[in-house]
């Protein structure tokens, strides 16, 4: 999985953060939580986002939510590559370490 940052620590904004990301196939977010909001516009191909106890298959030009405290996964079992953009109100650079809480695979940098 690769990244691009639209809005975040290099623009000067530390309030929230927009990025790009890349899934090839079987490219995956291990199941972790955060205390804020996240959010996410599939922009080409499908991801299955895990949310608590249920699944669901976001296609392009689609959007999820995840609310606070949501124990949440992304993967994508496309044989095609999947583009989303994702979105939340914290810095980037330090969200994966002071905000998040990982509850299964490795973080992410």
Do not use: C, K
Not at 4 to 19: A, H, T
Not at 31 to 41: A, C, G, N, W
Not at 95 to 105: A, Q, S
């Amino acid at each position: 999985m690769s990244r691009r940052s639209f809005i975040g620590p290099d623009d000067g904004v530390s309030e929230l953060f927009v990025e790009e990301l890349t899934f090839e196939q079987g490219a995956a977010i291990p199941l972790h939580q955060h205390p804020i909001v996240e959010s996410f516009v599939v922009l080409d191909g499908a991801l299955t986002f895990r949310l608590g106890d249920e699944t669901l298959t976001v296609e392009a030009e689609q959007t999820v939510t995840i609310p606070p405290n949501t124990p949440h996964a992304v993967v994508n079992g496309e044989a095609r590559i999947a583009r989303a953009l994702s979105a939340a109100p914290w810095n980037h650079d330090t969200f994966f370490r002071e905000v998040t809480t990982y509850l299964e695979g490795t973080p992410r940098d």
